[in-house]
């Protein structure tokens, strides 16, 4: 059985920095995509940051660019997104996603929540003013 579990959010202050950490097991993930999705309360979920594949292409929502930080340890079977600089409009639930198929080619690549199997439970990141 396939899991995804995210961890590391909580309440920051605008300017203040988070890491989030998601560990997957039942399979191993280094040849498919594993990315971070958030969802703001009232808002769709959205893709955030992610890679095709270990050692692959990191892709970031235009949002995030500059600010966050995609990294992968295949050896760990484990996704991180480092946060830094956050904003109030950063605040939503932090999801891991992963999917099943393997890695094509670097012609394509996923950001849309319907492309990707597995899923973990979130994790919160609320940022004060």
């Known amino acids: 059985q396939v899991q995804l579990v995210e961890s590391g959010g909580g309440l920051v202050q605008t300017g203040g920095s988070l890491r989030l950490s998601c560990v997957a097991s039942?399979?191993?993930?280094?040849?498919?995509?594993m990315v971070w999705f958030r969802q703001a309360p009232g808002k769709e979920r959205e893709f955030v940051s992610g890679?095709?594949?270990?050692?692959?292409?990191?892709y970031y929502a235009e949002s995030v660019k500059f600010r966050f930080t995609f990294s992968r340890d295949s050896a760990k079977n484990t996704v991180y997104l480092q946060m830094n600089s956050l904003k109030p409009e950063d605040t939503a639930v932090y999801y891991c996603?992963?999917?099943?198929?393997?890695?094509?080619?670097?012609?394509?690549?996923?950001?849309?929540?319907?492309?990707?199997?597995?899923w973990g439970q979130g994790t919160q990141v609320t940022v004060s003013s």
């Open positions: 890679t095709m594949r270990s050692g692959g292409t990191t």
């Open positions: 996603a992963a999917r099943s198929n393997t890695f094509v080619s670097d012609r394509y690549y996923y950001t849309s929540v319907r492309e990707y199997d597995y």
């Open positions: 039942g399979r191993t993930f280094s040849n498919n995509a």
